[in-house]
């Protein structure tokens, strides 16, 4: 008897091969040029969304791509659930795992979804943990393909907060898509070294390459993408440093913008802060996707679920 498959979780970017990425990114394309075309969770299946964290993007495009792929979205409220708290995670799962085909979950620690993982017996996705936010930067190379035309061999520069999730999630899918990741943050700004590294291995193998660029003027050079971020992730708020004095010389503002490749296109993933991490010249402005962006978020997710659904993918309840 052959044993089932493993169920497949898209936990972080590198839980993609590129050649699976690449497919993926083919499919969000096909989905958001014929969106109503494919119904995998036809049914209706439902699909579990649950936030332990703020969202308006990340509720509001996985709600209506689960509609259209056929599906049935149960946005379940953390604050209520208090997974991990009123109960443990791995019971959370196996409970979920019996009501859902698929679970979408934003919270804290990477530990945490990785846990429910082991447990939930159907895939899970990862829709922001404070280590990385994957959907959001799948979102993001289709936005770069689409404007840019392809992904390998461009410079994608990532100004701001480096140790944050962004930051990580960039450095990870840009050397899958076989792009030269700069990140640049103050000191103590800085990547995960593992995570970096993590990243050069796999640009190692795509023509890519990954880096952590201190001064940011040097990192903006040249760049035909420049990024940034918020400069108080969720959960930083109360911290005792004055962001926005460390982090001025990160702004993208028009000077950094001149530093990109004529036709360098920028991107954020919102909420944005106008006049802080961003100015509102450059948001609005001209070379900005940012609208685009947003929208592909939906695109993106719908693609990254149906990989999931498929049936060599899938081995349901196979804890
Ligand atoms: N970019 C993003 O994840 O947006 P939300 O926090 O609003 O979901």
Known sequence: MTSPSP???????????????????????????????????????????IFDKPTLRTQASFVAGIAELGGNPMVVDGTLAQIGTRESIADVARVLGRQASLIVWRTYDQSRIDEMAAHA??????????Q?????????????????????????TFLGDSACNMGHSYLISGALAGMHVRVSG?????????????????????????AFVADPKAAAEGADVLITDTWVSMGKESEAIDRAEVFRPWQLNE??????????????????????????????????????????????????????????SLSRRGE
């Open 255 to 312: 000077h950094a913008v001149a530093l990109g490749a004529p036709g360098a296109i920028v991107l954020h993933c919102l909420p944005a802060y106008r006049g802080k991490e961003i100015t509102a010249e450059v948001l609005d402005g001209p070379q900005s996707v940012i609208w685009d962006e947003a929208e592909n978020r939906r695109h993106a997710q719908k693609a990254i679920m149906s990989y999931l659904l498929r049936p060599s």
């Open 7 to 49: 169920v497949r979780h898209f936990l972080r970017d590198d839980d993609l091969t590129p050649a699976e990425q690449s497919e993926v990114l083919d499919l969000a394309a096909a989905l958001k040029a014929d969106p109503y075309a494919s119904k995998p969770l036809a049914g209706p299946q439902t699909v579990a969304i």
């Open 121 to 130: 017996g159907v895939p899970v996705v990862n829709a922001l943990t404070d």
């Open 186 to 210: 103050p000191e103590g700004f800085g990547p995960d070294p593992a995570l970096l590294a993590r990243a050069q291995e796999i640009a190692a193998g795509t023509g890519g390459s990954a």
């Open 132 to 156: 990385f936010h994957p959907c959001q930067t799948l979102a993001d190379l289709l936005t770069i393909r689409e404007h840019k035309g392809a992904t390998a061999g461009l410079t994608m």
